[in-house]
């Protein structure tokens, strides 16, 4: 039975609930694995410390519970909105997160949408000039680029046009001590987001290209495209107009998984460039063994993903007419 789109979201939605919560359980036990807790990690920054305080920080962050008591106590704080409270910046979590979302995402979209369209205009060009000299140009430009690490690529660009150069800065987001407002920061934010935004691109832009130019070979040898031609259209109008449409499917799909794994590129980016994001901050929060932090990024990402595979399934719908909302 076909239905509307917002019943269908709200269908995906509610499912989605039971998958979060999995994935909180499975993060909060994994975490528990890991040797130390924020007891440990205070006492070490301390030199030392008593059995005494040891006890009672213990009992302060709520460590000397069981581990079913603390999943039940974090579960059921999750289910109210509370990630609970960062010992290491002495601030709720959720004010953390919030105040680390808006950089991540700034640096996640333009990413996500350069890497998937251009991913797919090569891609496209690269099967329709198959083995020619297009087609091999594109096709060795990005194995090149995918078999880089993306740390040493950043570091690479830094060295080049923040060093050599000098066309952009090194690290940060913004430029603190110029104080500016307006038109003028948001230029500045977009300087120092070009490095950032490149170094990760170059990875995902190689990914969609050779997943593009394969879908692309494949839907050419379908009978529907044979019968786009025998009706005399060109190759240029079968490509573009008949082709391309489905052949997009799996680099959305594989944009859609990728969500979760742009988060974790972003980890290593955010820590070359120091960019303010959720991925410095998991960093940090993991050596610091700030448990609350840390499973509050993750829960955060969860839903990231969540609500990312839900746009790709809607644009399913839209690129292809075949595919209904049930």
């Known amino acids: 039975m076909v239905v509307s789109r917002l019943q269908y979201i709200r269908r995906r939605l509610l499912l989605a609930v039971p998958i979060i919560f999995f994935i909180i359980v499975l993060n909060f036990l994994l975490i528990q694995i890991a040797p130390g807790d924020a007891?440990?990690?205070?006492?070490?920054?301390?030199?030392?410390?008593?059995?005494?305080?040891?006890?009672?920080?213990?009992?302060?962050?709520?460590?000397?519970?069981?581990?079913?008591?603390?999943?039940?106590?974090?579960?059921?704080?999750?289910?109210?909105?509370?990630?609970?409270?960062?010992?290491?910046?002495?601030?709720?979590?959720?004010?953390?997160?919030?105040?680390?979302?808006?950089?991540?995402?700034?640096?996640?979209?333009?990413?996500?949408?350069?890497?998937?369209?251009?991913?797919?205009?090569?891609?496209?060009?690269?099967?329709?000039?198959?083995?020619?000299?297009?087609?091999?140009?594109?096709?060795?430009?990005?194995?090149?680029?995918?078999?880089?690490?993306?740390?040493?690529?950043?570091?690479?660009?830094?060295?080049?046009f923040s060093v050599k150069l000098g066309w952009f800065p090194t690290s940060g987001m913004e430029k603190i001590a110029a104080f500016h407002t307006g038109l003028a920061r948001i230029i500045d934010i977009a300087h120092h987001m070009v490095l950032p935004v490149i170094t990760l691109t170059l990875f995902y832009i190689a990914l969609y290209t050779r997943l593009m130019r394969a879908s692309v070979i494949e839907q050419n040898t379908m009978d529907y495209v044979t019968t786009a031609r025998s009706k005399g259209l060109g190759e240029k109008r079968v490509l573009w107009g008949h082709i391309l449409r489905n052949a997009c499917l799996p680099v959305l799909t594989m944009a859609g998984i990728q969500a979760g794994a742009l988060l974790g590129g972003a980890v290593v980016v955010e820590t070359v460039f120091s960019w303010p994001g959720l991925g410095l901050l998991a960093y940090e929060s993991l050596f610091a063994r700030d448990l609350n932090l840390l499973l509050g990024i993750f829960f955060i990402s969860a839903c990231l993903v969540v609500l990312v595979n839900l746009a790709v399934d809607l644009l399913y719908a839209s690129l292809d007419p075949r595919i209904e909302l049930k």
């Open 39 to 160: 007891a440990d990690v205070l006492a070490g920054e301390a030199g030392s410390a008593t059995p005494e305080y040891m006890d009672q920080l213990r009992r302060k962050f709520g460590l000397d519970q069981p581990i079913y008591v603390q999943l039940l106590t974090y579960v059921s704080n999750v289910a109210t909105f509370d990630l609970g409270f960062s010992f290491r910046h002495n601030k709720p979590v959720s004010e953390l997160i919030l105040s680390r979302l808006g950089p991540t995402l700034l640096l996640m979209v333009p990413v996500l949408l350069i890497s998937v369209s251009m991913g797919i205009l090569l891609g496209a060009i690269a099967a329709r000039y198959l083995n020619r000299w297009q087609d091999k140009t594109i096709s060795t430009v990005v194995v090149l680029t995918y078999a880089t690490p993306v740390f040493w690529a950043g570091l690479m660009l830094i060295v080049l």
